[in-house]
């Protein structure tokens, strides 16, 4: 039978179903508003992108506008032509050094706060693959075709254990098939043939560990086997 909804130890987030085992020494609402917010900050645009999109612009306006009161007050111009060829070259001057100030200004400022923040933030947050999977949030995504084929009575750290299996070793298979795709970092010509062949087989003993700790939960839930 399905997995029934409500689950005790389940909750869902962004339309994925996530499990919270009992090991993980945290409540499912504790572990439920912790990964909203990881992947809340992942989705979030860089700040300031707004801003730094109207800096050409804005400089170009500036740029132009004085460099037209220069040409009135001090070059005396006067004919329309003349104004707008140096109001063109003011904004083009004005643009060109908005965006340059705030790359090596503003832009660096911000990245190395970034960086000092991701620094500081590190031993306090812990992620995994960036994907939900067994992040420091304490939770563990469940495959879909786990969920449908798990029993009805399963336990938060069956579903757990069950989904870290399959996931591992999706991923193994995944990893191996990627290495050994033309065009692959095991297939590229600058790669010395011996680590690549090394890598392969790195890669099919993980699939081949992987393979052996699914095939039960394979043969258990009614999955495709190995």
């Not at 069956?158 to 795709?181: F, I, K, N, Q, T």
Request: with cysteine; hydrophobic share 45%; net charge neutral.
């Amino acid at each position: 039978m399905p997995l029934p909804p409500g689950h005790p130890r389940c909750f869902r987030l962004d339309g994925r179903l996530f499990v919270v085992p009992t090991w993980s020494d945290v409540s499912v609402v504790e572990a439920r508003d912790a990964l909203s917010r990881s992947l809340s900050v992942a989705r979030r645009p860089p700040r300031g992108t707004r801003r730094r999109e109207r800096w050409g612009p804005s400089g170009a306006v500036v740029g132009a506008g004085a460099i037209v009161v220069v040409a009135v007050a001090a070059w005396q111009v006067t004919s329309l032509l003349g104004l707008a060829a140096t109001g063109a070259s003011g904004a083009l001057v004005g643009g060109v050094l908005a965006v340059g100030v705030r790359r090596l200004v503003v832009d660096a400022g911000a990245g190395a706060a970034a960086s000092s923040t991701r620094t500081g933030d590190a031993g306090s947050v812990s992620t995994s693959d960036g994907q939900g999977r067994g992040a420091g949030v304490a939770a563990v995504e469940v495959p879909d075709d786990v969920a449908a084929s798990a029993p009805d009575d399963a336990t938060g750290d069956e579903l757990a254990l069950w989904s870290a299996l399959v996931m591992r070793y999706r991923d193994a298979r995944e990893a191996l098939l990627s290495g050994a795709r033309p065009g692959s970092a095991a297939d590229d010509a600058d790669t010395d043939p011996a680590d690549a062949t090394a890598r392969i087989r790195r890669a099919e003993a993980d699939l081949r560990s992987a393979e052996a700790d699914y095939e039960p939960v394979a043969r258990l839930l009614g999955l495709p086997a190995p």
